[in-house]
């Protein structure tokens, strides 16, 4: 029987490679590795899609494609502006209640930093990271203030009205956290250089074509104070180093890693993310983003280190059909050769994803 192809090859850095710490001495360890793509049969292919059409379907009656076009920034305004007053049931729907545990994680992490918190969260939506690190720094006495940009006027109107309801029309919270709301552009942020000790993305890079998406990741260097975080948590292709757990068949298993990236391409990529939500891949960014530098007015060169990073085939109602990212970046000064290593890393990226 002949076999198929499931989408194309899968670029990806491997293990050695995904820190780009200030540390790299020889070229040779960026060279980039292919996931060759799966094989499987007609029937194979006809099953998997057949196994996830009742959940497109579901998923299509309960949150209906608005249209437009994926990542264009008119079309993704139009599509917050439709959806802003519904946006907490939905998007809850879509992610089976997980983006609840990603903003959570994300909260938790940035109030354990030590410090005032001075925090930026950005594609903040209907403020729902916001809320989790406010309710998190209730919990843990801890004061400062915290920046909520989003580029929908629509989505921040509900956001205010939603946090006023859970913590008062006052802007602080027991008088010792600031909250503000502001529309804005991550790709081009309205603050000073070094304004921020942290800076949060959740679900919310992939709103962000490639390679528009690294100007995000350059500004939050760029308001980053040295040695401050910036969490990114989002939706990732799927890996075959970290594959999903399936109902009744387990873990692993090229059949099964195959049915992954086959529900990726067909399912979760244009129709969750694309047709529902605007999104497109945010892969490229997660990837690649970490390999931004800036060089400041003073003459220095700032880069990123990993702190954390993890990938996880995530399950929709027992299904591993959202494989997720996180990961937790540290602003470090970095040399000019490695400036020009990681400028070379992405130059060689761009032609990959050209």
């Known amino acids: 029987m002949k076999k198929m192809k499931t989408g194309g090859p899968l670029f990806r850095l491997t293990n050695k490679d995904v820190v780009p710490t200030i540390e790299y001495v020889n070229p040779s360890l960026l060279d980039l590795i292919y996931d060759p793509p799966f094989v499987v049969t007609k029937a194979e292919r006809d099953l998997i899609l057949a196994l996830i059409w009742p959940l497109k379907k579901y998923l299509g009656v309960r949150v209906p494609p608005i249209g437009g076009v994926p990542g264009e920034q008119s079309d993704v305004d139009a599509l917050y502006k439709e959806r802003a007053a519904d946006y907490l049931e939905l998007h809850s729907l879509t992610t089976d209640g997980a983006d609840d545990q990603w903003r959570r994680w994300a909260a938790e992490i940035i109030v354990a930093q030590s410090g005032m918190i001075n925090h930026l969260d950005l594609f903040t939506g209907v403020g729902s990271t916001a809320r989790e690190m406010l309710t998190a720094c209730q919990k843990c006495n801890r004061v400062g203030r915290i920046v909520a940009l989003d580029h929908s006027p629509e989505m921040l109107k509900f956001a205010e009205a939603i946090t006023e309801r859970m913590f008062g029309r006052t802007a602080f919270v027991l008088n010792e956290i600031q909250r503000q ?138 299904i591993p059909v959202m494989p997720y990212y996180w990961g937790i970046l540290r602003k470090v000064p970095i040399k000019q050769r490695h400036v020009n290593l990681r400028s070379a890393v992405i130059d060689s990226l761009d032609l990959i994803t050209a």
């Open 181 to 318: 709301w502001m529309r804005g552009d991550a790709t081009k942020l309205n603050f000073s250089g070094q304004s921020f000790q942290s800076i949060s993305a959740v679900c919310g890079i992939g709103a962000i074509d490639y390679p528009r998406v690294l100007q995000v990741y350059e500004e939050a260097l760029r308001v980053l104070k040295p040695g401050g975080i910036f969490i990114v948590t989002e939706m990732h292709r799927p890996r075959r180093s970290e594959p999903g757990v399936w109902p009744m068949f387990g873990q692993g298993g090229e059949f099964l890693q195959a049915a992954e990236s086959l529900v990726w391409e067909s399912y979760t990529l244009p129709f969750a993310l694309g047709e529902l939500w605007g999104w497109v891949d945010p892969t490229p960014g997660e990837e690649v983003g970490p390999f931004t530098t800036i060089t400041d007015s003073d003459g220095k060169h700032w880069g990123w280190r990993i702190e954390y990073q993890r990938f996880e085939a995530m399950p929709w109602r027992g």
